[in-house]
Antibody, heavy 120, light 110 residues
Framework: QVTLRESGPALVKPTQTLTLTCTFS??????????VSWIRQPPGKALEWLAR???????YYSTSLKSRLTISKDTSKNQVVLRMTNMDPVDTATYYC????????????WGQGTLVTVPS | QSVLTQPPSMSAAPGQKVTISCSGS????????VSWYQQLPGTAPKLLIY???KRPSGIPDRFSGSKSVTSATLGITGLQTGDEAVYFC???????????FGGGTKLTVL
């Protein structure tokens, strides 16, 4: 059974760095074809893809947010960490992590999401 | 502004059929599979369709997907009130080397 769970602060001050952790089970990031992505969704708005890290440590970032994002993995802990610098109120959103399988080219399992608020 | 284009809202009566469109470009739909996700109120998105037209285990065959060169369609037949949700299309974009989503279509079953 594949599960993912996001964890991190619910409140981040402007200019601070957000660190989110995705803890997963039911698959391994050392298995060829396995990847984890981060996606966010501002309240009442659309999904926005942020970043992806692959089993071979390839990393991909949103073009518009690339300078602020860092994604990394700890395969021994089954965790993926996303860091976003210089947080702003417009970054207020629910942040999701999801498994991406290269063979199916889809986000097949999602975490429940964690709401991060940046006050103005 | 989302890379993929969807109608913001649609509505239909219970039992009817609806088709939700998603428009892309050669850099995403041209070379990569399309997925569809269902987001029920207050919940995380759930995979509905992958590889353009495949359903994960547990997804009823009332849901179907198709894709042409630069557009995709999600079809839902026998609409139920429980199908009220926001539906997102998504794909990989080779030019951006990034994932992309549509803006979402809010489906109302009335």
């Amino acid at each position: 059974q594949v599960t993912l769970r996001e964890s991190g602060p619910a409140l981040v001050k402007p200019t601070q760095t957000l660190t989110l952790t995705c803890t997963f089970s039911g698959f391994s990031l050392i298995t060829s074809g396995m990847c984890v992505s981060w996606i966010r969704q501002p309240p009442g708005k659309a999904l926005e893809w942020l970043a992806r890290i692959d089993w071979d440590d390839d990393k991909y970032y949103s073009t518009s947010l690339k300078s602020r994002l860092t994604i990394s993995k700890d395969t021994s802990k089954n965790q993926v960490v996303l860091r976003m610098t210089n947080m702003d109120p417009v970054d207020t959103a629910t942040y999701y992590c999801a498994r991406y399988a290269v063979t199916t080219a889809t986000l097949d399992y999602w975490g429940q999401g964690t709401l991060v608020t940046v006050p103005s | 502004q989302s890379v993929l284009t969807q109608p913001p809202s649609m509505s239909a009566a219970p039992g009817q059929k609806v088709t939700i469109s998603c428009s892309g470009s050669s850099s995403n739909f041209g070379n990569y599979y399309v997925s569809w996700y269902q987001q029920l109120p207050g919940t995380a998105p759930k995979l509905l369709i992958y590889d353009n037209n495949k359903r994960p285990s547990g997804i009823p065959d009332r849901f179907s997907g198709s894709k042409s060169v630069t557009s995709a369609t999600l079809g839902i037949t026998g609409l139920q009130t429980g199908d009220e949700a926001v539906y997102f299309c998504g794909a990989w974009d080779g030019s951006l080397s990034a994932g992309v989503f549509g803006g979402g279509t809010k489906l109302t079953v009335l």
